[in-house]
């Protein structure tokens, strides 16, 4: 079993429509939980961080973390062209872990005209 | 104004050569790391140092060596390059470990072509 998984897609959605990119991991003890955003030939962009069971909401992207379940999710609403791009799940356990991300294999998303 | 930089953007060489990467971060930042980025697109953690001192070092071969001669600069040498080592390199920083949170920031990447 991956540590981080997601569905790779393409997802594919109308313009204006909500995108739901989801995302699971298997390691119970994970604290930390990260969406990036990556275009093809760049970096990847952080635009999401949420530490607790619920929903945070910045803008038109809302991440929803349930623990019981080891599932985060990222909401995108109104997506534009401008949104098409890959999304990265990226999850953190102990900070005395050396902090480092695990990363999903990534969705990529396709938002149309 | 760039946050994480690194330098070179792209890199191409012949299997064997031995090449390095720098990073450099303006952002305060206690925690530095190198993640490899390969042709499927998934993005691996290879080293993280916290205030110049080695904490991660997830089975890299030892052809890889980091170096981090202050909080503000970690540096990828790689020694007798391979057709495999072909990849991004990403260079990223983070607060601290301390801080618990772990919000981490990536550098432009590095396109390392093996031929």
């Known amino acids: 079993q991956k540590e981080v998984e997601q569905n790779s897609g393409p997802l594919s959605v109308p313009e204006g429509a909500i995108a739901s990119l989801n995302c699971t991991y298997s390691?119970?003890?994970?604290?930390?939980f990260f969406w990036y955003r990556q275009y093809s030939g760049k970096s990847p962009e952080l635009i999401m961080s949420i530490y607790s069971n619920g929903d945070k909401e910045d803008g038109r992207f809302t991440a929803q973390l349930n623990k019981a379940s080891q599932y985060v999710s990222l909401l995108i609403r109104d997506s534009q062209p401008s949104d098409s791009a890959t999304y990265l799940c990226?999850?953190?356990?102990?900070?005395?872990?050396?902090?480092?991300?695990?990363f999903g294999q990534g969705t990529e998303l396709s938002v149309k005209p | 104004d760039t946050a994480v930089s690194q330098t070179p953007k792209y890199l191409v060489t012949q299997m064997g050569n031995d090449k390095s990467i720098k990073c450099e971060q303006n952002?305060?930042?206690?925690?530095m790391y190198w993640y490899k980025q390969d042709s499927k697109k998934f993005l691996k953690i290879m080293f993280s140092y916290n205030n110049k001192e080695l904490i991660i070092n997830e089975t890299v071969p030892n052809r890889f060596s980091p170096k981090s001669p202050d909080k503000a600069h970690l540096n990828l040498h790689i020694n007798s390059l391979e057709l495999g080592d072909s990849a991004v390199y990403f260079c990223?920083?983070?607060?601290?470990?301390?801080?618990?949170?772990?919000?981490?920031?990536f550098g432009p990447g590095t396109r390392l072509t093996v031929l």
């Open positions: 990226a999850v953190s356990t102990y900070y005395n872990q050396g902090g480092k991300l695990i």
């Open positions: 952002l305060g930042h206690d925690t």
């Open positions: 390691d119970r003890v994970s604290q930390s």
């Open positions: 990223a920083s983070s607060q601290g470990l301390a801080k618990g949170y772990n919000e981490q920031f």
